[in-house]
């Protein structure tokens, strides 16, 4: 027989925690045994490293589907448990089949970018589709397979198959998410494969959202340089983004302010590029199930992660976030991840945490910092702000006037110069015409601009953010004015198709006294009307105002003794804001002459239009029939606006009516029609909604209407409402009714003229339906008075009003 060592049999089988003990004790010496599972105090034999014994261990226990631990302590302790069932992976048909998939989605999304800026595009056009593989689906595909290659192989490194991601696509184009990329799944839950170490479950974690960070990041770089700063053609709200810190770091030097205008209308590739990032930044939150959760146990340490204290810390904070998330923005997909975050950190027992086998050395200083400082700067560099995507509401907004004067100084020996910043509100080029007019003073003021066509009207084309213009002005005095300086309003009219709007700027005296409004103010349109304004009186000017016209009286006091800004109010008798048969370039009523005489000895006076007192054209049911007798001599202009003031458009791209027929038009918000002279048949306009009513010689205004509701009532000559001249000789007007039923004429005498008979009359007692009377009257008697004519339509009667007043100094005898 050989000479061979004897095999020793037991007389007893082993049951499976001896077995697993016994392969333990072949690397490590058990010391007491821990509370709970399988586990043990331990050292390592031969007072080799624990870590190195553990990995000799669990080669051992793979085979019988257990794994050891070794959790943190001294000594460490050693804990055996069921190894996870592993998660079987796709197949790699299924998985290039899902990639597939996503591609296709990606390539819609890409698709409906680009038809944005190409509406004459089909959805399956060609060209858009090619651009949309080559610029935005390559791109994104290419940057999610590296990093879902990198995360392999760094797990794979540490002997660990997770397989490759699983990307998430969305096939539309939402505005509040236009990347239609939405995250990148992992195959296997982090709970059911294990981590060697937290270095190991740091470096695996942060491989995915770190390439697409900084992949998105080059994306969006590059497709910055190929964004043009020109926009494209727009037809739709365009989808404008934030730029997060890292970009404008990287790029502020080299496109400055133009950063800003691309971010409007990007490239696909930069599409995809703040998408990836988007993604990225997102994925290093700390929320449970997130890779950024999952790097703070390898930050923080499970134990650390699953205290009860350092849970309820980390729930109250994102408790606040939420709170702050909910306050601070209204869009949607952060105010879900915040709340997923709560909800997820509430319930923890939902989202187990990864298993990592050896936590005994921890993490080690260096690699803690590392993994700190690429999550730290990923998540502040990187943050795409509150609003990461938005869309431009006034992307068609015409021209930006924040940026204009809103008051400068004037003076009669200097003119004044003023530019005009030409940049658009909103996206789209813009061209127009700017109509300047000068209020509240009948003085010749003389406005010249650069751009100039035609009298105070000025062209620009194609303003762009990126190519923005101005427009140089001088205003002048053309001649010495009869009247002391006072408050002028410049009113700039924009006259962009669509976006029309009117701008004022205030030209306010300096050094003198004045008044510092440019128009009265009417506070109250009674037949006792009330009108107000403010005058400021310079240091050691004093006086007394007075007043020349007898339809109005002073209200308050009329010494101005002190120096700084009086409020002067006039209330007029019956007639007064009829008194004045003078109206500014609006067809406003000139006020009173409002004269202030100086304890020195000097005079000034100021005279200015009542504002809201423009002529009234009363239409019933917003339906007006054209009067024939309305025709003039030449092509003329009806410019209507249901809001601001009357202005007549600088287009030459009017409708003109064929007045040959019957004929008609619908005025709606801001739009004008041209019709020929004379007039032959009949038409009808019809009223959207009260508002105004220009007419107009090209662009000057021959006259202007306040549009109103009421009963169709005309004069002619003059207007309803305002006052109707009588020469000495008398006059003889017409009161034409419009309407299907007879109106009554009444007849209203004030005044205090101390002679009754000082009017000669000649008016009937109503006008029939659908037709017209002649009104005869003339001024008789040897007063000097001042006198009023004018005619007032009511619910169902019109009214012909006369005011005689006898002068400021009392009646004369002439």
């Known amino acids: 027989m050989s000479n061979t060592d ?125 651009q949309a593989v080559l610029y935005f689906t390559l791109p994104v595909v290419l940057t999610m397979a590296l990093a879902s290659e990198i995360r392999r192989r760094a797990a794979a490194r540490f002997d660990i198959n997770i397989g490759h991601l699983v990307p998430i696509v969305f096939p539309i184009l939402s505005p509040i998410w236009p990347f239609g990329i939405a995250g990148l799944l992992s195959q296997r839950r982090s709970d059911l494969f294990l981590v060697p170490n937290r270095r190991a479950l740091g470096i695996i974690e942060l491989a995915t959202p770190l390439t697409l960070f900084l992949s998105g990041t ?145 993490l080690s200083d260096v690699s803690r910092k590392q993994l700190v400082a690429a999550m730290l700067i990923v998540l502040i560099a990187g943050f795409p702000g509150m609003y990461p995507t938005y869309q431009i509401a006034d992307w068609d907004a015409g021209l930006d006037t924040s940026n204009w004067a809103t008051e400068l100084q004037l003076t009669t020996d200097e003119p004044i110069e003023l530019t005009l910043d030409l940049t658009p509100a909103g996206v789209i080029p813009v061209s127009g015409w700017l109509q300047f007019r000068i209020e509240g003073s009948t003085d010749d003021w003389r406005i010249e601009s650069d751009c100039q066509l035609e009298r105070e009207v000025c062209r620009f084309d194609g303003v762009t953010q990126s190519s923005p213009s101005e427009v140089n002005l001088t205003i002048s005095q053309a001649t010495n004015g009869q009247y002391d300086l006072n408050p002028l309003r410049l009113t700039i009219f924009i006259d962009v198709e669509g976006r029309e709007a009117e701008h004022a700027i205030i030209l306010m005296p300096i050094g003198i006294t004045a008044p510092i409004d440019p128009l009265w103010l009417l506070i109250e349109e009674t037949e006792t009307p009330r009108i107000c304004l403010s005058v400021d009186v310079t240091s050691g000017d004093s006086g007394v105002l007075a007043l020349s016209n007898p339809f109005w009286e002073f209200e308050g006091e009329t010494n101005l003794s002190s120096s700084g800004t009086h409020d002067v109010c006039l209330r007029g008798h019956e007639g007064a804001l009829r008194s004045s048969t003078f109206f500014d370039s609006f067809n406003r009523v000139m006020g009173p002459v409002l004269s202030f005489e100086r304890d020195n000895g000097s005079d000034s006076n100021w005279w200015m239009a009542v504002n809201g007192s423009e002529a009234i054209l009363t239409i019933s049911d917003l339906d007006w029939e054209y009067p024939l007798w309305f025709a003039a001599t030449e092509t ?128 009937p007692d109503e006008v029939g339906a659908d037709s017209e009377v002649d009104v005869t009257i003339l001024a008789v008697g040897e007063l000097a008075l001042e006198r009023v004519v004018w005619v007032t339509v009511g619910e169902d009667i019109v009214t012909v009003h006369l005011a005689a007043r006898c002068p400021v100094d009392g009646c004369e005898a002439s």
């Open 6 to 130: 004897p095999l020793v049999l037991d007389h007893e089988a082993w049951n499976l925690s001896e077995l697993i003990e016994h392969i333990l004790t072949r690397h490590f010496n058990l010391g007491d045994e821990a509370i709970g599972g399988i586990a043990w105090q331990v050292r390592s034999r031969d007072g080799g490293d624990e870590s190195e014994s553990l990995l000799h261990v669990n080669r051992s226990l793979e085979s019988l589907g257990w794994v050891a631990m070794l959790d943190e302590g001294d000594p460490p302790i050693l804990s055996v448990a069921p190894r996870p069932i592993e998660q079987l992976l796709l197949p790699n048909w299924q998985l290039l089949s899902i990639w597939s998939m996503m591609s296709v989605f990606l390539t819609f999304v890409g698709s409906a970018w680009l038809l944005q800026f190409d509406a004459d595009a089909g959805a399956f056009d060609p060209e858009i589709l090619r």
């Open 218 to 362: 080059v994306l969006t770089v590059i497709g910055l340089a190929l964004t043009p700063n020109e926009p494209p053609e727009i037809s739709a709200l365009p989808i404008a983004f934030q730029n997060n810190p890292l970009l404008t770091i990287l790029v502020m030097d080299w496109l400055g302010a133009d950063l800003w205008i691309r971010l409007q209308w990007l490239h696909p590739t930069a599409l995809a590029g703040i998408g990836l990032s988007v993604v990225g930044w997102a994925s290093l939150l700390p929320i449970p199930g997130f890779p950024g959760d999952r790097m703070l146990h390898a930050i923080i340490g499970p134990a650390e992660m699953s205290d009860s204290k350092r849970q309820t810390s980390l729930f109250i904070l994102m408790l606040g976030v939420m709170v702050l998330v909910f306050v601070e923005t209204e869009y949607w997909p952060w105010l879900l991840i915040a709340a997923i975050g709560t909800m997820r950190r509430f319930s923890t027992e939902n989202t187990p945490p990864p298993i990592i086998v050896d936590e005994s050395k921890g």
């Open 636 to 763: 003329v202009t009806f410019a209507y606006a249901d809001d601001g003031t009357a202005s007549c458009p600088s287009t030459d791209v009017i409708v003109e009516m064929d007045t040959s027929g019957e004929w008609n038009w619908t005025f709606a918000e801001r739009s004008a029609i041209r019709i020929p002279a004379g007039v032959a048949a009949h038409g009808r306009l019809y009223f959207a909604a009260e508002g105004w009513l220009a007419i107009c010689l090209e662009t000057t205004m021959l006259g202007s209407y306040r549009v109103l509701e009421g009963v169709d009532v005309m004069t002619r000559p003059g207007r309803i409402g305002q006052a109707i001249t009588v020469p000495p000789f008398g006059i003889v007007f017409s009161i034409v009714n419009r309407e299907d039923r007879n109106l009554p004429i009444s007849v209203e005498w004030t005044g205090d003229s101390p002679e009754a008979d000082v009017w000669e009359v000649t008016i």
